[in-house]
């Protein structure tokens, strides 16, 4: 477990000394070629650094130990952290949206100087390299908070294309005297908004369902069952109801034993359903077992 949290860690803190990099040069770069798509997306690596913050926060909270105010441990932690991530993008969205759409209801921009082509190359390169690092690990440890901040990186990567294109187009149509084609890089601005928009509603949407504790679909706990029907003792699966708690998942059974055994052969069935889900499954964290007489009818 410890190993997972550092590995998040770090991953966090190459993230936030990367972005905070990326967002001064794009800010100094985008503040002297005049690209608005430039300086949108420096605002864009800026909050990075804020949902990394957040996200360093809610790992360091999460790897706490369950104790008396919270049994099941601290889990969640990281899906408060994936939200706070989340709403810094759909904020920093509808910040970009109306800097780039204001520009339409002024003057005509000036077109961008070249030099902002090259920070934004930099941008996708290295942003995209900090996507697939910190997605493949998100994957491998299970990590919500981890995985919003990839997508956060892959938004970045994406709003940097947008203001290429934006920028490139501005700058050739004031080269072959095409005003129109000025406006791109506002448009590519206002574009990158709405990709940022949309991914930050998705994370809220994931995140809030487990923070309510929504219970996985039946294809999800359909492992679990067959796990428990083969404990010797179990002869009927009455409920099962697991839920994401973060990081792990936490499970509460009903099943139903023999009437007729004692109540130290009923306990012993109730543990060994417990140790075969922790034992047969590593994202089951917590198993809360309960004991119910079998009853023959009750099949029909």
Sequence with gaps: MDNRFKQAEIATWIGMVVNGLLAVMKGIIGWLSGSRALIADAAHSASDVAGSIAVLAGLRTARKPPDEDHPYGHGKAENVATIIVAILLIFVGFEVAMSSFEVFLGEAPT??????????????????????????????????ALLAEAWHHRSDALSSMAAFVGVLGA??????????????DPLAGLFVSLIVIKIGFSLVKESSSIMME?????????????????????????????????????????????????VEAGHTISKDVKDALLEHHDDVNKVFVHINPYRPEDDE
């Design 111 to 144: 077109a961008p100087k070249g030099l902002a082509l090259v920070a934004i190359i930099v941008s996708i390169l290295v942003k995209e390299l900090l996507f697939q690092y910190k997605f493949r690990l998100a994957k491998k440890i299970n990590s919500s």
């Design 171 to 184: 700058i050739l149509g004031q080269y072959f005297n095409i005003p129109i084609l000025v406006y791109l």
């Design 214 to 262: 929504q219970v996985l679909e039946p294809e999800k706990i359909k492992p679990f069952m067959d796990t428990v029907m083969n404990v010797p003792g179990v002869k009927r699966i009455d409920e099962l109801l697991a839920r994401n708690h973060g990081h792990y998942i936490v499970i509460d059974i009903r099943v139903s034993v023999d009437p007729y055994i004692t």
